[in-house]
């Protein structure tokens, strides 16, 4: 609830890193509280990024990983000035908010709160958003760094962690030291119900549609100009109206969604986001459109156009497949904590996918956020416990499972 106090919203349009400044004043905090657990290496670079190390308790020879949570808070919904309040012993009955009675948190839209009864619960004032996303990871990897420093028969290998920026806006990943880090294996808490593990995310490409048309005086452009606008909107029109599209799709199924458009009557350029849980099926999309595209360009002969695909993420389930035992030990520490594994994929990417395909395999873990990014966002005290558990079982398994 200190956390979520401190405003780190970060900021789509910042070319700065990070993308704002204030980030940092919760890195401060983070960083003099893992000092005085005597966590002796605990530091924050220039990025904002927090490095810290558990050492370990076990003689053995164990992978090193990592627990990471991001600081910032959704650009979506206001941060500034957040007011947590504690909801003792939930009883199912619909939670208005005091500072806007407009905002209520009810079962009917959040069906989750069924199994939270009984539960404390943590929201917002109805101003802002909670911030659980991601302050509850952060916390979680907090409580779990001071119980095993306070803890030291608990049998673990080194465990680093990672808090990082700007995860909100995409660019979580952009100045991480992963060879500073020095972990081998990697789990982010930023997940929402109990026993939540997601090990599955969307493969991303961005296309660039650019579109030259012929250009002329408009007073004199018979048989002569060719209009890139005109051009632009057919090819918008030559998308399936039923299928491929994020309004359409659901479950496993991917899309191909334009995003943005600009131009002149010379020039248009049209940006597509192409989203698939498999690579291939991704190029296949990205032949559909490009197909779509030719077929209105053949009524078009003196206009030309340039398809510039640009990798944006791929589905970490390519990497964690090679290393199964990252997930399967996250499983046996959910289970050991009493509560039932629910396996899920995103529809989206995760701070995971990027570190995956950088080199540090990492699924993502619940934390017990729920609403992110609004106003009703709420989660549950005995949730984010569970998932204090489950780090320290995770870290206990990877000891365990070494010979
Ligand atoms: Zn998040």
């Not at 106090?5 to 970060?10: G, I, K, L, R």
């Not at 990024?49 to 979506?76: E, G, L, Q």
């Not at 051009?231 to 943005?260: C, Q, W």
């Amino acid at each position: 609830m200190r956390y979520v106090t401190v405003d780190t919203q970060s900021d789509p349009q910042a070319t700065a890193f990070p993308s704002t400044e204030k980030q940092k004043d919760l890195g401060r905090i983070l960083v003099s509280e893992l000092l005085e657990m005597n966590i002796d290496d605990a530091h924050m670079d220039e990025w904002g990024y927090v490095y810290a190390t558990i050492p370990a308790t076990s003689p053995k020879k164990i992978p090193v990983i990592c627990f990471c949570a991001h600081m910032d808070t959704a650009p979506d919904c206001s941060g500034y000035q957040v007011i947590p309040i504690l909801h003792k012993n939930y009883q199912g009955k619909d939670i208005v908010l005091p500072n806007d009675n407009a905002q209520v948190i009810k079962q009917s839209d959040y069906p989750y709160l069924k199994k939270l009864i009984g539960h404390d619960i943590i929201t917002a004032s109805g101003k802002t958003l909670l911030g659980s996303d991601d302050k509850a990871g952060v916390a979680e990897i907090m409580d779990m760094a001071n119980y095993l420093m306070k803890n030291k028969d608990v049998l673990h290998g080194e465990i680093k962690i990672l808090f990082t920026p700007d995860e909100e806006v995409g660019r979580g990943t952009e100045k991480v030291n992963l060879e500073k880090l020095g972990a081998d294996f990697g789990y982010t808490l930023d997940g929402g119900e109990a026993g939540s593990l997601e090990d599955e995310t969307f493969s991303a490409d961005g296309v660039q549609v650019t579109v030259h048309g012929v250009i002329s005086h408009p007073g004199y452009a018979k048989d002569k100009m060719v209009n890139a606008l005109k051009i632009a909107g057919e090819i918008l029109d030559a998308l399936p109206k039923d299928n491929l599209s994020p309004e359409t799709t659901a479950g496993k199924e991917g899309f191909i969604h334009p995003v943005r458009m600009e131009g002149i009557a010379e020039k248009s350029t049209i940006e597509f986001i192409i989203r698939d849980f498999d690579t291939p099926g991704l190029k296949d999309k990205e032949s559909f459109l490009k197909g779509w595209i030719d077929d209105v360009m053949e009524n078009y002969p003196k206009a030309r156009y340039e398809f510039i695909v640009k990798e944006q993420y791929r589905n970490m389930k390519e990497i964690l497949d090679q290393h199964p035992q990252v997930v399967d030990y996250a499983k046996l520490a959910i289970e050991r904590a009493g509560i039932e594994v629910k396996m899920e994929s995103i529809r989206g990417g995760t701070d995971g996918s990027r570190l995956s395909f950088m080199g540090l395999p990492c699924p993502n873990l619940f934390a017990g956020e729920q609403a992110i990014h609004s106003k009703h966002e709420f989660i549950s005290v005995q949730d984010m416990n569970k998932a204090v558990e489950t780090i320290v079982y995770i870290a206990q398994v990877w000891e365990e499972k070494t010979v």
